[in-house]
């Protein structure tokens, strides 16, 4: 890796405050800084400052996809309650999401099916989480579709029961 560091004024977004670019770029390329990252921390040194960075991608990309592909954070909350409770309860979402496809969802094959149906994803190896949820809306949709399990109650054996349970309560109540 190859790191380089240049000391500007960023007019449109800082005004007048000095920012410290670094540029970052991997040995095996040619096309250029792979990425630059841009702080107003004039005193950490430019590792650390990277090191952050990727210790926090993965946090910013958990984010990006809760907002993208659950919507976190677009609700029109008005009350005070609502404003605390609807991203944690996005945030619970997206872990319950994970959770559920860990324990119950994966399969070996997911991520070569993926493959196979976007032939673009050359590289990918794991399951991103819009695969996950895309499994679990298959398998809810499903679920709505199936016949009713054995030893379950259809509508109408519900319905029956519940007359029954009617009728008797007015014969108990004369």
């Not at 950490?44 to 990727?54: K, Q, V």
């Not at 993208?68 to 996005?90: C, D, I, M």
């Not at 398998?139 to 199936?146: G, H, K």
Request: hydrophobic share 45%; proline share 5%.
């Amino acid at each position: 890796m190859r790191i380089a560091e240049v000391w500007c004024l960023w007019y449109g977004s800082f005004h007048t405050q000095t920012v410290r670019v670094i540029l970052i770029r991997d040995d095996g390329t040619d096309t250029g800084y792979d990425l630059a990252l841009v702080t107003t921390d004039p005193d950490t040194p430019a590792t650390a400052l990277i090191t952050r960075y990727a210790w926090r991608w993965s946090i910013e990309v958990t984010f990006a996809e809760a907002r993208t592909l659950l919507g976190v954070g677009q609700a029109r909350s008005r009350s005070e309650n609502a404003v605390r409770r609807t991203v944690p309860f996005g945030l619970y979402c997206y872990s319950i999401t994970i959770v559920w496809y860990a324990l119950y969802g994966h399969h070996p094959n997911d991520a070569a099916d993926r493959r196979e149906q976007a032939p673009w994803y050359t590289t990918k190896t794991d399951p991103a989480f819009v695969d996950m949820l895309a499994k679990l809306r298959r398998v809810i949709i499903a679920a709505r579709f199936l016949p009713a399990a054995a030893g379950q109650p259809t509508d109408a054996e519900i319905r029956t029961v519940q007359q029954a349970w009617a009728q008797a309560g007015l014969t108990h109540a004369t």
